[in-house]
């Protein structure tokens, strides 16, 4: 058993990554009609980094010496798809609802090849089209998903502002993936530091994004007096944020990029249980296009 685990530590921490994600969106989605999507990628990130501080200093892991260009590419990859990204992904998430959002999500890894196509020089074959082809038709399913009357906010009644908001958030997210990949295969910090400083980026980055906004978008702070929206976002930040960014990145460590890539998308899966859990009605349209956006991203990448 040891030896499998050692075997496919990878796969299993894509996997691993991929479920915690998915539960952590639900959670998000419970509380960013209370919280500002800003204000909540704040709280996250510094929770999420005290608690990896925690961790190093009880592994007693001192600071290794890491290549100028490396730290640069960690640190513009946090900047990119951790402060523009999860920032955008809350905002998509109020406006479409966590399945919705997610099943978007399948966009990145495509774009994720095309970024690298251009920027690496990584070229696409063949079935790479075909499985583009295939994610695309699974989101164009699930888009054309209509939401219930009685059961819709008005914002999901008028969804292309959440549209919107999912490209953008799949978008900075590919380009995150992109310079995150860069870096790693150039050094050898461990997994867990690459995600402090991606995630201390994104904070740096925060207020970049907040003076470049649109002036349509509010900056409000939200008191919160409840301790069960705390212990929610608590909870999602420990799961989405510190536990699944540090899988991520182990899963890139011990597997390959694109094994990687194919199973942590794996999230709009997990989510459909955990959607009609919580009340969210699943229509055979919604599955099937999470099957078929699935599907492509593993023909993407196989």
Do not use: C
Request: charged share 10%; aromatic share 8%; no cysteine.
């Amino acid at each position: 058993m040891n030896e499998w685990i050692l075997t496919y530590r990878g796969e299993v921490a894509a996997l691993l990554s991929a479920l915690l994600w998915a539960i952590a969106a639900v959670l998000y989605q419970q509380v960013g009609d209370r919280i500002p999507p800003l204000q909540l990628t704040l709280l996250k990130g510094v929770m999420a980094i005290a608690l990896i501080l925690l961790t190093l200093l009880l592994r007693g892991t001192g600071w290794p010496e890491i290549p100028g260009r490396s730290l640069l590419l960690l640190a513009a990859s946090g900047g990119v798809g951790i402060s523009l990204g999860d920032t955008a992904f809350f905002y998509a998430l109020n406006h479409l609802g966590s399945r919705r959002t997610l099943l978007l999500q399948t966009l990145s890894p495509a774009m994720t090849a095309l970024i690298a196509a251009l920027v690496l020089g990584e070229l696409l074959a063949p079935r790479s089209g075909i499985g583009m082809m295939l994610i695309l038709l699974g989101v164009a399913s699930v888009i054309q998903e209509r939401v219930s009357p009685s059961a819709a906010t008005p914002q999901a009644q008028f969804p292309w502002q959440g549209l919107a908001w999912a490209v953008l958030a799949a978008a900075a997210q590919a380009g995150g993936a992109v310079l995150s990949r860069a870096a790693l295969a150039e050094t050898d910090v461990s997994p867990l530091l690459a995600a402090l400083i991606r995630l201390v980026a994104g904070l740096v980055f925060l207020p970049l994004w907040m003076a470049a906004r649109p002036r349509s978008i509010k900056v409000t702070w939200t008191p919160i007096a409840s301790g069960r929206t705390w212990a929610m976002i608590g909870v999602a930040a420990f799961l989405g944020t510190y536990l699944a960014i540090w899988l991520q990145q182990t899963s890139l460590k011990f597997a390959l990029a694109g094994v990687s890539q194919t199973l942590s998308a794996m999230s709009p899966i997990f989510v459909l249980p955990l959607a009609a859990w919580t009340g969210d009605r699943l229509s055979l349209r919604a599955i099937l296009g999470a099957v078929i956006a699935v599907s492509g991203v593993a023909l993407l990448f196989s």
